[in-house]
């Protein structure tokens, strides 16, 4: 299907089987919102939560809430409902703490599990608080114990040596959007002997990934992005069953001993994936998260990738055809197998740009130092919405509304 | 002034300037609840802020939030707000992670400055996960660069010998709620080298603390018992100003790094305490948290300390004139000096006792074996409440109340 007209958009949205979705959003009138790679829009059924767990069960039943709503199984019910949409059989996805906290304590476990080796490899271009977190663990335990190895992004292959203990990687690039191939790296990884740690920041929730089906070893990701749980919301992580006897992370809070009503001095790990908890969860966050991952019980990932791919497919069209937008350079792969739910395009004012955009009512965003990213959240936008956007990106192009001083004001966070 | 007759408490509450107090929370009805120890009450501004926080800002602000409503912020004003009430000047706490975690990263770095040393002493009675995070440090950097000591909790003074590195104490004890000397001990303790953390979970909002006076090194607390922050909110940290420049963590996420939107690959720590921040703040739980600090906005330490202990000194007062009562055994110390907001009776049948009493509106907890907890929160109790609560548990003695079967069933958490 051609993305020429209006008409065409219309009959895409007629024709599309999530489009009772948006409904289930509060989605803010006269704006189009292509941030939800970085802040999902706010489900209905999570604002419900939110008063209900707030004013009713914290205000009302108080201590007593822990029992009577189940407080202490939100680390895991909210879990099970994340496993659904990453491929992982139950008793192995809980919630808790960040992504950053998370991957320290895979980075231990798994470097724990191996301690003949000691490189942990990543990739140049990964989320920079996922190379921090080698690099504290690695200051911690000496650099004979714990050091951190950068290969290129699109040559992870030839890096695969007998010397790396670890492979950390993000399954898709949080500025490109590009998406790693999970089976055939973790294949070839777990071939020479590698654990393998996935960061499912930005495929969760919108990419299909099958953790058990590739044999993951462990997996992070991300509450706040694709699945739509609130700003900070808590992240998830994985741990192969098949891994769970042996691994073992430092952050042994009480929330992970086996039995932490019994206030024993000794620590000892629960059984499973429970091991991997650590101080007390933070019931509220976590409440609207799993609130928010009620939106997704009656739908298909697949569905969600083939929405996403075609929402993408439409911006990108479109910006290919406008000789206004001809600046902008597309960084994304155009192959959609190579590629998550999102699109950067490079330009020199790109910020200015983006800030134009959101004043404008297109909310894009920046990545610095000159990357303008949109994505596509297929549970709340439709396709009229894309079209609308390009034309607004290209009245901003035309009328140079970007050379507007007050766009280039930046701000802490943008 | 002796809590003899129902018209003394009555002219208690009327002469208590906090009394106005009670009505900036949401206590439920025809409940009286003495856990405050374990969760505070939900203040009216917590509430409004929660609505706010997910309604308009996630729901309708979206992303620009960051920047229009200072979430980047939260960490450190959240932080001053608490501040004020552990006597520490301001750019040395901030509110983040839970308190395991916390303890996790000031161990690391306490340990990390004092390589000569290795051994971590803490108190027997402390709160366990304190000792499992340093069981777990332990057991990843090996027991010849972390090893736990404990002393007995009446006996620290003695076991403070020159290998000790960290000292690591609660300010109340979590059972008994005995309270220790914070300026003779960091005194002590740094007499002979070590570095003090101290746990303020049972103390911050309640007793009065003075960091800074005390030249105290490292300090952690928690969000959701005195500050009313709600179930699971964010602990803080406080690192002393002296230390700020050579004190570093493991945990070194990207929203410790001095330039987090720069997505350098190489961590450089933020100068100040805000090295101590790990991922991406926890927003709508750290909103709440803020705002249930504005309920101490015009309070005085020296006010809430006050009452506390006039609350207690009721319960123990009625519990000790009554006949009925006397298998309770006092646990907590008895000299005002040496006790912090709570009171831990003993009884052998305290489980079900506290079943019993929760059954008839009275709010109390168990902690395992034998020990049933009551807490004064000094905000939202009035004096009428504890004579009550004293005629409820006098019933429930009396008429063996606690022998019904129902009581006996143990859920998950107490």
């Known amino acids: 299907m051609t993305a020429g007209s209006e008409d065409t958009l219309v009959q895409m949205d007629r024709q599309d089987p999530l489009a009772a979705k948006t409904a289930a959003f509060d989605v803010p009138a006269e704006q189009i919102y292509l941030d939800g790679n970085s802040l999902g829009c706010l489900p209905v059924s999570a604002k419900q939560r939110a008063r209900e767990v707030v004013e009713q069960q914290w205000g009302q039943d108080l201590i007593k809430s822990w029992n009577l709503h189940q407080w202490i199984d939100l680390p895991f019910s909210a879990g099970e409902k994340i496993a659904r949409l990453i491929g992982a059989a139950p008793g192995q996805t809980i919630c808790c703490d960040s992504i950053s906290v998370n991957i320290f304590k895979l980075l231990s476990a798994a470097l724990m599990m191996h301690n003949e080796r000691h490189v942990v490899l990543s990739q140049q271009g990964n989320f920079p608080t996922d190379l921090y977190m080698v690099q504290g663990l690695a200051r911690q335990l000496g650099e004979d114990r714990c050091s951190l190895r950068l290969a290129a992004d699109d040559d992870i292959a030839s890096a695969l040596t007998d010397d790396v203990a670890v492979l950390l990687l993000s399954h898709v690039n949080f500025r490109s959007g590009a998406l790693y191939d999970m089976q055939a790296i973790t294949e070839q990884a777990q071939a020479r002997g590698i654990l393998v740690i996935w960061d499912l920041a930005h495929s969760a929730g919108v990419v299909p990934v099958q953790l058990d089906a590739c044999r993951a070893d462990f997996a992070v990701g991300c509450g706040y992005k694709y699945l739509n749980g609130g700003p900070g919301a808590p992240a998830f992580l994985y741990v192969a069953r098949r891994h769970q006897a042996q691994a073992a992370q430092p952050l042994s809070g009480w929330m992970g001993h086996m039995a932490p009503f019994d206030f024993d001095n000794a620590y000892q790990a629960a059984p499973g994936v429970a091991g991997f908890l650590t101080g007390t969860p933070p019931v509220i966050s976590l409440s609207i998260l799993d609130a928010a991952l009620d939106v997704f019980a009656d739908v298909d990932v697949a569905q969600l990738r083939q929405k996403s791919?075609?929402?993408?497919?439409?911006?990108?069209?479109?910006?290919?055809?406008?000789?206004?937008?001809?600046?902008?350079?597309?960084?994304?792969?155009?192959?959609?197998?190579?590629?998550?739910?999102?699109?950067?395009?490079?330009?020199?004012?790109?910020?200015?740009?983006?800030?134009?955009?959101?004043?404008?009512?297109?909310?894009?965003?920046?990545?610095?130092?000159?990357?303008?990213?949109?994505?596509?959240?297929?549970?709340?936008?439709?396709?009229?919405?894309?079209?609308?956007?390009?034309?607004?990106?290209?009245?901003?192009?035309?009328?140079?509304?970007?050379?507007?001083?007050?766009?280039?004001?930046?701000?802490?966070?943008?």
Request: glycine letters at 4%; aromatic letters at 8%; hydrophobic letters at 50%.
């Open 309 to 414: 791919l075609a929402l993408a497919g439409v911006f990108m069209q479109r910006v290919a055809q406008s000789p206004l937008l001809a600046e902008l350079q597309l960084l994304s792969p155009v192959d959609e197998a190579q590629r998550g739910a999102q699109l950067a395009y490079r330009h020199p004012h790109a910020f200015a740009i983006c800030q134009a955009l959101i004043a404008h009512g297109v909310i894009a965003d920046f990545r610095a130092p000159d990357i303008l990213r949109v994505g596509f959240s297929p549970l709340f936008l439709r396709f009229a919405d894309i079209g609308r956007s390009v034309d607004v990106l290209s009245r901003i192009m035309r009328d140079e509304l970007w050379r507007d001083p007050a766009y280039a004001v930046r701000h802490k966070v943008t």
